[in-house]
């Protein structure tokens, strides 16, 4: 109860928070982040309306006094209000004291190594978007996806991050703080999410143009549907059975396989994302636009328009051939 | 000045120290000028034409953000007005309009004729131009640069920004600090050697303390940015790889040094900030402050810990857990020096006889703000908190409530206070307090909400958000603010400028302050002040019978001023101060051509210091002493 007391204010906060919030934890390590939020944001309140107090006080006493002399006085400095300063000073001290031992105890909570049989992920941060690689449990190879972490409830994930080009920060806020992504190095953050949901990631770091593009979907889903859809993603992609799906696949791989991969065809790209499950996906483009057939076709023929500076080329296509790839793409689920 | 024993012989020897230490009339005279007054104003003009351009870049990116989804500025724009605002406001404005009024202020505050070292203020302010101008000019070529205030590699390395935006960046950087060095050197050299005789350092004004702090902060920061723009610049021009990991460099040592200089220029922003608050609140509370001494340790406090904690601008890359504590703590501390000055300026106005005049207002307005940025401060100074506040608009709020609240309003205030120094007149006492409630509020308005937007997960630098985040009212709110704090900057301007004719004569002395610079005429004239004051106390002109005891004994036919011990102030000897020179001028022209030129090619060094060598040999080249002058040592 007096807990619960204790996190109005931020969950009035709460109310209003998205997908991407601090606010709305839904794993261990956000929820410690904002159980010691909501310390901090104690103290530093008490703090500044003491602050306010003492201005008040003081402004209010000194409006007595000024009518009564303009004479300025050189003035020792009062025993009294030097026994408040020393009090004041303790005051400071004993909170600093209480958030540094708070802020120790969660950075050790969340270096703790629970991760013995933690699922690996491998995050590569690309301009802009995002490589995702997810460690086979049957076969031990790598299963490839993009733009959209698959977590299972209850399960400790270890993300291991590196960068393709420049500096990235991962960051997820519902599920953990962020992490940067730094070319030359490896980092790494474990998450154990608690609770279902879709949920949104975000680049922090700065990293160039279209750095404000460059977000990816979170899924936390439970153990067996993480394990189905991980099973879905490390099959090859099925062969198009309707004509112009087909026929899609032979523009696809005149016009698109140079830069991306579509496992169990000849495109075999690695500059872009692997497109194997596309139509899985929620999001294209690094979450830009929602996933369609629509949308699709507008990204292929115009990504500098909804994306200035992207690196996809414009793909001139025939009108017919752009509905065919557009099929293509929807069928590879 | 009180010397009227004989006033006949007063207002001759006034005469002649006019003469000796004025400009020849004309543009001559104001290429040539060594005249702290003069150079200082400059700087501080400056700056606040900067301000006004890069409030307006701010407007611009507010309009930008006010909804999801605004199409006003495209990603590239929108960076190079996020990169312009930031460069602008930290290294050509805040940094530097602090020297400035220390450049004008301290020898007045002295009783000093001139600066320890005039020429050098001199070229010092050409040579700040000279990076504005580059700057500038450079965003009206387009070749803005536009990848933030601090330009990370390998973002900004050969391979991801090709073009020259980074190395104007860079080169932009180096102009301004050997500017803030050799303005810095100049007011520690001042401070040190040349208060009058009695002035010891547990005299000084709490003013001239923060000063020295702030400017000895100042030498041992700026060297580490100075390096390593200087070593990106080498990584882009002659293909050294500090920075490139696939050639064994590592990208993080940019970071670090970085913000080992990064860090603590923010204590060289705000520490000059806690001298005008002190000045202000002491003159307005009508007593001397309470808390001199804690005063003093508490800004040596912040100046040593500032160094020890540049790394919790880094606490998301990664580094050992352990360290992370530590800074953390580190970072923390530093609420303990803050606290203690809050809580002296606080008790000084409880116990005084205040008066609400505009400056002092705009210290109420500090206090309110600052202590929020503070507190924020200690926030993100908590290394897991840290994890999801950084490189969010919780910082964007922080940074700001620590800057504009921390040290713009002191800065407004301080501008309102000595303005009738400087000027002859006094300021519009309502249209100043207009322009603060509008300032205060809009600010306030405009950035608390952006807090909230942190926590909600809105990251910095983003040109543009998608509807379905749910930013867009706080930032619709935000927007506005800004807006109303705009209208207040033009009221404040406009002020400045009718007041400068329209304003009631000021007098020596507006508003009863204690230390020096109010003993002399508003605007002081060239040398300052006709004789060399002594002094027994921290507030010399609310001591004794108002009268001020003199030294005698300096040249009034030749430029000389009196060099003191450096603790004790006891006179030592007379020394020769520089005349006026074209030299600054020149040898900061030829030195920009050196910065410049090696912008495109590394052989700019060599040719490069050929004309610098000239110019600083005439510079200094030696005059043959007068027979019988004194003081040529």
Known sequence: MRRSLALLPLLCLAACAGAQSSLDPAAEQAQSLAGLLTLATW????????????????????????AKSAMPAIEPSEPATRRALFLWSVLIVGALCVLVTASFLVDRSLAEARARDALQVRVTGHQWWWRLEYRDPASGAWIETANELHLPAGRTA?????????????????????????????????????????????????CGLQHAHMAFDVKVESGPAFDAWLAAQARVASVPIDAGAARGAQVFAS??????????????????????????????????????????????????????????????????????????????? | MNLDTNPPAQAKRHRALLATWSDAPGVWGFLTTV???????????????????????????RLQLSQPD????????????????????????????????????????????????????????????????????????????????????????????????????AQMITFSEVAALAASVNVVATILKMRPPGMTLARMPLFVWAMLVASVMTVFALPSIMLVTSMLISDRLVSTHFFAPAGGGDVLLFQHLFWFFGHPEVYIIFVPAIGFVSAIVETFSRRTLFGYVPMVLAMLGIAVLAFGLWVHHMFAVGLPRLGSAFYTAASMAIALPAGVQIFCWIATMGSGRLRFATPLLWVIGFILTFVIGGLSGVMTASAPLDLQL??????????????????????????????????????????????????????????????????????????????????????????????????????????????????APAGNDPWGGPTLEWATSSPPPAHNFDEVVVVDGVAPLWAGDGRLPVMTGLAA??????????????????????????????????????????????????????????????????????????GQE
């Open chain 1, 43 to 66: 103290v530093c309140g008490i703090f500044y309306l003491l602050v306010l107090f003492f201005l008040a006080l003081s402004l209010w006493r000194a409006r007595d006094r000024i």
């Open chain 1, 255 to 333: 016009s698109c396989a140079a830069c991306h991969a579509v496992r169990g065809s000849a495109a075999a790209g690695r500059v872009g994302p692997d497109l194997t499950h596309i139509a899985t996906r929620r999001s294209i483009a690094a979450g830009t636009l929602p996933f369609s057939r629509g949308a699709l076709q507008g990204w292929i023929a115009q990504p500098q328009a909804l994306k200035p500076g992207t690196m996809m080329p414009a793909v001139p296509l025939e009108p017919a051939d752009a509905d065919a790839v557009g099929r293509y793409l929807e069928s590879l689920r």
């Open chain 1, 158 to 206: 270890r993300i291991e991050l590196g960068s393709a080009d420049v500096i990235h920060s991962f960051w997820v806020p519902n599920v953990a703080g962020k992490m940067d992504v730094i070319p030359g190095r490896i980092n790494s953050i474990d998450v154990t999410p608690h609770r279902e949901g879709w949920h949104r990631g975000q680049c922090a770091e700065f």
């Open chain 2, 390 to 503: 950084t490189d969010t608009y919780f910082i964007v709020a922080h940074l700001h409530y620590v800057l504009v609240g921390g040290a713009m309003f002191p800065l407004f205030g301080a501008f309102s206070y000595w303005y009738p120094k400087a000027t002859g007149r006094l300021m519009s006492e309502r249209w100043g307090k207009i322009a603060f409630l509008l300032i205060f509020l809009g600010f306030n308005l405009g950035f608390f909400p952006m807090h909230l937007l942190g926590l909600q997960g809105m990251p910095r630098r983003i040109y543009t958000y998608g509807p379905e985040m749910g930013w867009g009212t706080l930032n619709l709110v935000a927007t506005i603010g800004t807006f109303v704090s705009a209208a207040g900057g033009l009221v404040f301007i406009a002020n400045a400028f009718l007041s400068l004719k329209r304003g």
């Open chain 2, 557 to 630: 036919d030749r430029r000389e001023v009196l060099i003191t011990s450096v603790i004790d102030a006891l006179p030592q000897y007379r020394h020769r101060s520089p005349t006026p020179s074209i030299w600054p001028l020149i040898a900061a022209v030829a030195t920009s051509i050196l910065f410049i030129g090696s912008i495109f090619t590394p052989w700019a060094l060599v040719w490069g210091a050929v004309p610098v060598g000239v110019a600083l040999a005439a510079w200094f080249w030696p005059k043959r002493p007068r027979a019988g002058a004194g």
């Open chain 2, 35 to 61: 005249d702290h007054k003069r150079i200082a104003a400059r700087y501080v003009l400056t700056a606040v034409a900067l301000l006004f351009l890069a409030g307006l870049l701010a407007v611009d990116m």
């Open chain 2, 70 to 169: 605004m199409g006003r500025m495209g990603p590239q724009g929108y960076n190079e007005a996020f990169a312009l605002h930031g460069s602008t406001m930290l290294f050509l404005v805040s940094v530097p309009v602090m020297e400035a009024m220390a450049m004008w202020l301290v020898p007045l505050m002295l009783g000093a004729r001139t600066v320890a070292f005039p020429r050098l203020a001199a070229f010092s302010y050409w040579l700040y131009l000279g990076g504005v101008l580059m700057l500038w000019i450079s965003h009206a070529l387009d070749i803005t640069p536009d990848l933030g205030w601090f330009e990370y590699p390998p973002l900004s390395g050969p391979a991801y920004s090709a073009g020259h935006r980074v190395d104007i960046w």
